[in-house]
């Protein structure tokens, strides 16, 4: 058997949709059983469930789905129902129940929705219960999600090449579209299985060509496949759009637009029609077409501050043109310009929540997870319960641009639960950022969240077969973000690995440290950006010293305190006092708040100094244990995935150890660089 295994090769395609067949024999019998007799009510997703339930079927228990010929709700034998439930309408559009009754003295599963979306979720729900070996006949699940829209925002370029992205290029072949690919299925089934139900086609230093007839009937071929599996498409555009090409129309942000007006102004009535024009030639092509997504007034990006008017300027103007179709607008708050304060973590909430209550109600402001970016740990935005009278979406990053890229394994859940669980006290004590995102806090139109996605068109979809846990864990999140993080990441392990309970244990020991070690190696403390400016992955301590954070033999950090930035102030009042002393600031967020004495006493009772050189190893000490972790799986794994997460584990050990000897030198040498006199 383990020989078998050995040889057995596994491209990790599949992803979590990895289905096998089913050892306990119990199991496969009872499964087999429900599949012997499935009826599905007419619904528009009865085709993607059929394949779907085939799909599982022929590997988990090795049978034949058989469909019931009987009327509807009549079955006198074991099997499935699929029933529209008008009845529960209270579950929203996308919810769902599955229980198993006797129903007319036979055990049946019924799977009920008001709504034919709900069927298809309940299908991949139901499915990854028999890929994790649990029993159906006592199954009772009522499910819906927290948040209405569950984005992937991809930041891929026409040319090809994908921003961030470490994972081969874009999926989206342009040359060959409308022409459909199997992948574009395959992706679509992944992303339903998890909850996704909208994704951004491009990055957001958006081409304008985006925007030409000739992309929008390739995009609307992708719509048609996607549609399939509840998955709507949104657009990244670029405010300069009306405008005329540029001399440089190849140019990396130097495109100009695709139109012919000179101006791209949010108040002129040429530019307001130029979008209300391209908006319906959009729906008309696509009439499930989700909306915008905009950065504006960002890093050289065009946008209405170039007219001098205001981000709720530039949004509205295109909200508008969208409102007609039910149409949303993304606007997002990643802006840092120098101007606007010192301190570069204060510069969106000093340019955002002056415009509260002045955004229409089909647009949201999408807000990234911490004031920086992206950083392996940053504090949470306040931003985030400070405009009560606009909706706002959380922008989180599953592609590790900050974190190791795709030589690194470092599993993600972790660190967004730290970011869900944070109390903003926006209405006292309990307002998490869980429930302001859903819209428990302050009711809003619009709840949302988006995910960066870290897919290209390497054969595992994630350039690391640990990578995929990422995306799987964003879509649980998404759907439900108190959703409980040991389920969420033994079921990635089960569907992915199928592997027996030891195994499971050890791959969940690999993956649920390596957050925390990955912080303390390369931002110790929150202390910001200690990787090279050139590929954010390369060490590079001395460039970002004393411009990312201070330093000096005497003290390391960042005084955003009341007698520094100021930036403790953004804060609700109980987060304020907190951060503010330093003695009650969260001992993983010292150096992000406050300017430390390196004899600073921890409470572990070592001083900083001691505590930080220690954390600068973690990695090395951790990549270690791993590869010995994963080397004791060689037996239970099959071959090809075994060694390429090997190859990566070595790597990743080497890149830790660069890692390490960069910052211990520098560190180590910090008396002669900065004798800390000022």
């Known amino acids: 058997m383990m020989l078998a295994v050995s040889a057995w090769c596994d491209s990790g395609y599949k992803l979590w949709l990895n289905y096998k067949h089913e050892e306990n024999p119990s199991l496969k019998s009872q499964y087999a059983f429900y599949l012997s007799n499935v009826e599905i009510c007419l619904n528009k997703f009865k085709k993607e469930i059929t394949e779907e339930l085939e799909r599982a079927a022929a590997k988990i228990t090795e049978t034949e789905v058989i469909y019931s010929k009987k009327p509807s709700g009549k079955m006198s034998e074991n099997g499935i129902i699929y029933v529209l439930d008008k009845e529960l309408r209270f579950l929203g559009k996308e919810g769902y129940k ?113 925007l030409r007839r000739d992309y929008l009937i390739k995009i609307a071929a992708l719509a048609n496949v996607l549609r399939r599996y509840n998955i709507k498409i949104y657009l990244s555009v670029n405010f300069a759009s009306p405008m005329k090409p540029s001399v440089t129309p190849e140019k990396w942000k130097k495109w100009g637009g695709i139109g012919e007006l000179d101006t791209a102004d949010p108040m002129d009535k040429g530019v307001t029609k130029w979008w209300t024009d391209k908006t319906a030639e959009i729906y008309a092509l696509i009439p499930d077409f989700g909306g915008y997504l905009v950065k504006a007034n960002s890093e050289g990006m065009p946008g209405p501050q170039d007219y001098g008017r205001s981000h709720a300027d530039g949004a509205n103007m295109l909200a508008r043109a969208l409102k007609p179709f039910n149409g949303i607008l993304m606007w997002r708050t990643f802006v840092y310009n120098t101007d606007t304060d010192p301190d570069r973590a204060k510069r969106p909430y000093k340019e955002f929540v002056e415009l509260d209550g002045k955004f229409d109600d089909n647009v949201i402001l999408q807000v990234k997870n911490g004031p920086l970016d992206f950083q392996p740990l940053e504090p949470v935005q306040p931003i985030f319960g400070a405009m009560p009278h606009t909706n706002i979406m959380a922008e989180l990053q599953i592609t590790q641009e900050y ?36 819209g428990e806090i302050y009711p809003s139109k619009i709840s949302a969240i988006a995910g960066v996605a870290n897919t290209g068109n390497d054969e595992n979809w994630c350039g690391h077969h640990f990578a995929q846990a990422n995306w799987f864990a964003f879509g649980r999140l998404a759907w439900n973000p108190d959703c409980d993080d040991n389920a969420i990441t033994e079921q990635w392990i089960k569907m992915t ?174 008396a002669d660089i900065y004798p800390g006199d000022e």
């Open 98 to 210: 599955i229980h198993s009754s006797i129903h007319n003295g036979s055990r049946v599963l019924f799977i009920r929705s008001s709504s034919d979306e709900g069927l298809l979720y309940a299908t991949y729900e139901l499915i990854r219960h028999m890929q994790c070996n649990e029993s159906l006949d006592k199954i009772d699940i009522t499910e819906s999600p927290r948040h209405t829209i569950r984005l992937l925002n991809h930041w891929d370029n026409l040319t090809g090449e994908i921003e961030r992205g470490y994972a081969g290029t874009t999926l989206w072949n342009w040359t060959k579209l409308p022409q459909i690919e199997e992948r574009y299925v395959d992706y679509a089934r992944a992303n339903a299985s998890i909850g996704i139900n909208g994704i951004v086609l491009n990055n957001v230093n958006a081409d304008p060509r985006i």
């Open 403 to 438: 974190l190791g890229h795709s030589t690194y394994l470092v599993y993600l859940l972790p660190m967004w639960r730290h970011f869900f669980n944070f109390d903003t006290y926006c209405r006292g004590e309990g307002s998490s950022v869980a429930k302001f995102s859903t």
């Open 497 to 670: 690995w199928n592997c027996g309970a030891q195994t499971l244990t050890t791959i969940k020991d690999i993956m649920m440290p390596t957050w925390e070690s990955f912080v303390k190696s390369q931002t110790p403390y929150a202390l910001g950006i200690t990787c090279s400016a050139k590929d954010h992955f390369a060490p590079d301590f001395s460039k970002r010293a004393n411009k990312s954070w201070k330093v000096t033999s005497k003290a390391i950090g960042n005084e955003r305190s009341s007698h520094g930035s100021g930036y403790v102030s953004q804060y609700f009042k109980p987060n304020c006092t907190m951060f503010d002393n330093i003695e009650t600031c969260p001992v993983e967020m010292l150096l992000f708040f406050h300017l430390v004495d390196w004899n600073y006493k921890m409470k572990s009772g070592k001083t900083l100094r001691e505590e930080f050189f220690e954390g600068l190893r973690s990695n090395i000490e951790l990549s270690r244990c791993n590869i010995a972790l994963w080397q004791s799986l060689k037996e239970q794994i099959d071959e090809r995935r075994f060694d390429e997460v090997s190859a990566k584990l070595e790597k990743q050990l080497e890149a830790s150890q660069e890692y390490y000897d960069n910052g211990n030198r520098f560190f180590s040498e910090i």
